[in-house]
């Protein structure tokens, strides 16, 4: 029987609901739009949803193809593509008056494009709706051709973020399809089609991995020219999920931080709670003023 960690102190964290986040939720609901915020439980919701006027947004709708087996989106077989889906998601983000969006997918292994053009739409409705928010997009693997990547890249996203998710040791067990070296070369392609584009990827410990081998992920993220990289706990979404072998305390964090940033990237959020698109307003800024 695994063995069960208990969470640390620095997890237990307060929410406190304001009405920002209320209005913001029924705004999801009548438009029949899903947030990573709240599919993947994010512990940061009310500070991004409040304060900080960003969130997540996940297209193609909330079924994925794949299983990774650290993530709480639902698999199975999606739904026909929702054509009107991009206007309807930049109306929100007008609504929302968000600074900064993310805008992720599920993997669309049924679609041949993957779900490029979609993805592609919705960067341009923001763009058309909302000028001055700034658009990072986090999208799947898209099936892994140059073709469809190409077609996202065109749109101009303002960050391209695409995750490393683990190790390369871990990634068969933990990413279901998702290859290691597929992911660096999307992101080695993506910056190739767009330099001044800032590119990012995020990591999340605590499955099982060595300090080394968190150092090689930097490296390899380098390697690839990744401008800004993300650390962050990975939490167990529910039993059904891969159970955590460790919490790294605020003091280990702090250090990757720190070596993340020696290595050279432009920008690196690492925390307990720091999740793929914690902080992203900030990143934007970062990357660009380099
Ligand atoms: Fe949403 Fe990302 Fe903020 Fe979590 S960190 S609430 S997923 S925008
Ligand atoms: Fe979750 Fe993405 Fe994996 Fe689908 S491909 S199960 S959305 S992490």
Not at 147 to 164: G, R, Y
């Amino acid at each position: 029987k695994e063995e069960h960690l208990r969470k640390p102190e620095w997890l237990k964290i307060k929410l406190n609901t304001n009405d920002q986040y209320k209005g913001l939720k029924k705004l999801m609901r009548e438009n029949n739009l899903h947030t990573v915020c709240e599919e993947a439980r994010c512990p940061n919701i009310h500070e991004c949803w409040g304060e900080r006027r960003t969130a997540t947004m996940m297209i193609l709708g909330s079924v994925c193809t794949r299983a990774c087996r650290f993530c709480a989106v639902k698999t199975g077989l999606p739904t026909e593509l929702d054509l009107a889906e991009p206007e309807r998601v930049a109306d929100s983000v007008k609504i929302m008056d968000l600074k900064h969006v993310v805008i992720t997918m599920v993997a669309r292994d049924d679609l041949k494009d993957g779900g490029a053009e979609v993805l592609a739409e919705t960067i341009r409705a923001i763009r058309r709706k909302s000028p001055a928010t700034s658009v990072e997009v986090l999208p799947s693997d898209l099936g892994g051709t140059e073709e469809n990547l190409q077609m996202v890249m065109d749109a101009k996203p303002d960050i391209l973020n695409h995750n490393i998710e683990t190790v390369r040791r871990l990634t068969p067990r933990v990413r279901a399809r998702a290859k290691y070296d597929r992911s660096l070369e999307f992101l080695r392609r993506s910056k190739e089609m767009q330099p001044e584009i800032p590119t990012k990827s995020s990591l999340m410990i605590g499955l099982g991995e060595t300090w080394d081998e968190i150092l090689e992920v930097m490296d390899d993220l380098r390697a690839n020219n990744v401008d800004i990289m993300t650390i962050g706990q990975y939490l167990q979404p529910t039993k059904k999920h891969l159970s955590v072998k460790k919490y790294y305390s605020p003091l280990e964090f702090g250090k990757l931080r720190k070596i993340a940033m020696e290595k050279g990237f432009s920008h690196c959020e690492a925390g307990p709670l720091v999740r793929s698109s914690y902080h992203a307003d900030e990143q934007v800024n970062a990357a660009t003023k380099e």
